[in-house]
């Protein structure tokens, strides 16, 4: 079964997961809303960027980060490198399109007719994000939710360069599996995998059942 | 009051350049063919086209002048879109609430009176996807409403609505116009609609204003365009005067008609005493120099010609007064020559049908 170090990865993990989907929540909305009205030129570099780490190598988004983070970079002696808080900057970055995607999307698809009534209606454009934007958008919140969540409790490239595996600080559940590998523990390593595997399929399930009726993801 | 509109737009080829001032009373018609920029006139008045430059003002209110841009949401206006924009995340009553949380302190119409005037107290309840489309007008126009508006928008309610959704949506915006004192801007471009509900009538073309003043006065002066279609006609305000029990005949005295100038219409279920509006057809007007003896045709009026104008081929468009009431006769070229229509001739027209508009 599961041992102490492992239940501590597993909280790390739920613990990181957690606050990293609430950050991008507060980070990706107005991020996404304005990429889904802006006319600016320079939007698409803003967009690129916001995508990259989907294409980029995790473990270079970490060696950049563990530069810029570490004791040698501009923090010095306040390094993040190795602790809680800098596996919880660089989950941000890495699942920031998974949260601001979906988001955009569903941003994009509300009719701008919707917000003109509103207007018309003497309600403020703050007053009439809150009251017609998010409720129209809330598969968007769900889609971005579940798949901010998902993704950061699968991340590892990026936790094992910024975060190394300090047991009950930075070890989380994806790098306990592979020191459980290392040490051909095999059955420790087929319980937290099969975990994950599970955790992580329900989820998805949760996304495209509601999808159903909703329409989360997709066109 | 008055409203003061100047407002200029480039968008592409099309051009927008009003200069206007409105009274701020009664039911203005903007109507003009699709594409003259009467939607974006309305929106640009509403604060909705943020590109357009110029001056709106309405009575002592500045909504927009040099260096000045009241954001849509601080005009006291409502609008009433081409396809209602119902919220679909709310119900009816959601949408209701939804504008008169956010109303001002001013006075204006409470939520009983609206939801009575638009017929809609049976759809509180119902969720928006399943509501017709002359019914989605309505709640619309009772969203709106509800702001309590000074200055009310209405975008073609009426265009995207089969005949039967027309048939509901009308007598609502025709008990507006009666219990309501809230100036109304209206585009269109149904002229039946028009004569129907407006007061004034704005003529829109290219994105200029062509002519604007009294609905009488637009719809019956040759060189405008609504004389010049098919369906031209002329409104004339009449008052019921009497009643002939025997026939079941309502007649009408018509304002500024002068005396003896009077209408029969079938029915008589109207007070003696109640303000009326006719349409009168151009199609369904015929000349004569001397006033028939047996005649089927009831309505017979004294006219003088006051304007000629060729319509197509075949036919001539006359202008008529009766007193200061004008009115329009379409007759074929070979009548105008045989009777030898001429500016200022007196003579008569038969009017063959009048209906009742309002």
Not at chain 2, 129 to 147: D, F, H, I, K, P
């Amino acid at each position: 079964m599961l041992t102490d170090a492992d239940l501590s990865a597993l909280l790390i993990t739920l613990k990181l997961a957690t606050l990293t989907t609430l950050i991008l929540l507060l980070i990706g909305t107005p991020l996404a809303w304005w990429l889904a009205r802006s006319q600016w030129r320079g939007k698409p570099v803003i967009e690129a960027v916001v995508a990259l780490p989907l294409v980029l190598p995790p473990t270079v988004l970490g060696f950049y980060l563990l530069i810029l983070l570490g004791a040698n970079g501009p923090l010095g002696e306040h390094s993040l490198a190795f602790t809680f808080s800098g596996l919880v900057i660089g989950s941000v970055f890495y699942s920031l399109p998974f949260v601001v995607q979906p988001l955009q999307g569903a941003f994009a698809a509300i009719n701008r007719g919707y917000i003109e009534a509103a207007a018309t209606l003497r309600a403020s454009p703050r007053d009439t994000f809150f009251a017609v934007v998010v409720p129209l958008a809330r598969p968007g919140f769900l889609t971005a939710t579940v798949l901010g969540f998902a993704h950061t409790v699968g991340e590892f490239g990026v936790v094992l360069m910024i975060g190394g595996n300090i047991p009950g600080q930075t070890q989380v559940l994806s790098i306990a599996i592979y020191e459980h590998v290392e040490n051909l523990e095999y059955a420790q390593a087929h319980w937290i995998s099969g975990g994950l595997l599970l955790l992580s399929f329900s989820l998805l399930l949760v996304v495209y059942g509601l999808n159903r009726r909703f329409r989360v993801v997709g066109p | 009051m008055s409203l003061e509109i100047r407002q200029q737009l480039r968008r592409g080829d099309f051009q927008l350049h009003v200069e206007t001032c409105l009274p701020a009373r009664g039911v203005t018609a903007i109507f003009g063919p699709s594409g003259c920029g009467k939607t974006t006139l309305l929106r640009a008045i509403a604060g909705l086209e943020p590109r357009v430059r110029g001056r709106i003002r309405l009575g002592d209110a500045t909504w927009q002048d040099e260096g000045h841009f009241l954001p849509p949401h601080e005009r006291p206006l409502g609008y009433v879109f081409q396809h209602a924009v119902l919220f679909p995340h709310l119900s009816v009553r959601g949408n209701l609430d939804f504008a008169q949380r956010r109303r001002g302190d001013g006075p204006g119409p409470g939520f009983d009176e609206v939801v009575a005037l638009a017929g809609i107290g049976h759809l509180l309840r119902r969720d928006t996807a399943n509501l017709s489309g002359g019914e989605r007008q309505r709640v619309a126009l009772a969203r709106a409403l509800l702001t309590a508006p000074r200055l009310l928008l209405l975008d073609e309610p009426l265009a995207a609505l089969d005949r039967q959704a027309k048939a509901e949506l009308m007598p609502c915006l025709e008990r507006l116009h009666e219990s309501l004192s809230i100036p109304v801007l209206y585009v269109s471009h149904a002229i039946d609609e028009v004569a129907r509900l407006a007061d004034q009538l704005l003529l829109l073309a290219a994105g200029r204003v062509v002519a604007c003043g009294p609905l009488a006065e637009m719809l019956t002066r040759l060189d405008l365009a609504p004389a010049g279609s098919e369906e031209a006609l002329a409104v004339i305000e009449a008052t019921v005067s009497g009643r002939d029990a025997d026939f079941h005949l309502t007649r009408l005295a018509f304002a500024g008609g002068g005396e003896g100038r009077e209408l029969w219409l079938p029915g008589d279920s109207l007070p003696t005493g109640r303000r009326v509006r006719l349409a009168v057809h151009a199609r369904d007007v015929s000349l004569t120099l001397q006033p028939p003896r047996q005649s089927s045709i009831l309505n017979i009026i004294p006219v003088r010609v006051d304007a000629l104008s060729p319509s197509g081929p075949a036919q001539v468009m006359v202008r008529l007064r009766a007193a200061d009431v004008p009115l329009l006769a379409r007759v074929t070229r070979k009548s105008e020559a045989a009777l030898g229509l001429h500016v200022g001739q007196a003579l008569f027209a038969q009017v063959k049908s009048v209906s009742l508009v309002e």
